[in-house]
Nanobody, 122 residues
Framework: QVRLVESGGGLVQAGGSLRLSCAAS????????VAWFRQAPEKERDFVTA????????HSADSVKGRFTISRDNAKNTVYLQMNSLKPEDTAVYYC???????????????WGQGTQVTVSS
């Protein structure tokens, strides 16, 4: 069992930065890949980026490449999402999720956090 709690969301102006954290509980967290998804109002939950259990491999959606960076510290049971050069279209609820391996589909993830709101003003 893995429990995930996101934090770090908020309101930021376009061009600004935020760092989200995903804190996990559970002895086996360091065996799971972790991803960030986001969901805007009345839209589907979209893949943002994912990191392997070791941190050696990452994958990102084209829309965030070069702006968002995912990282993890298994000693702290935490995954981070550094978001730079934020745009109004990045506004969404951001969720972290854990799965045995990285995947772009939310259906492949077993555990989810409650989400944190990110709002980017123009």
């Amino acid at each position: 069992q893995v429990r995930l709690v996101e934090s770090g969301g908020g309101l930021v102006q376009a061009g600004g930065s935020l760092r989200l954290s995903c804190a996990a509980s559970g002895r086996t967290f360091d065996t799971y890949a972790v991803a960030w998804f986001r969901q805007a109002p009345e839209k589907e939950r979209d893949f943002v980026t994912a990191i392997s259990w070791s941190g050696s491999s990452t994958h990102s959606a084209d829309s965030v490449k070069g702006r968002f960076t995912i990282s993890r510290d298994n000693a702290k049971n935490t995954v981070y999402l550094q978001m730079n050069s934020l745009k109004p279209e990045d506004t969404a609820v951001y969720y972290c999720a854990a799965a045995p391996r990285e995947h772009w589909s939310p259906d492949e993830y077993d555990y989810w956090g409650q989400g944190t709101q990110v709002t980017v003003s123009s």
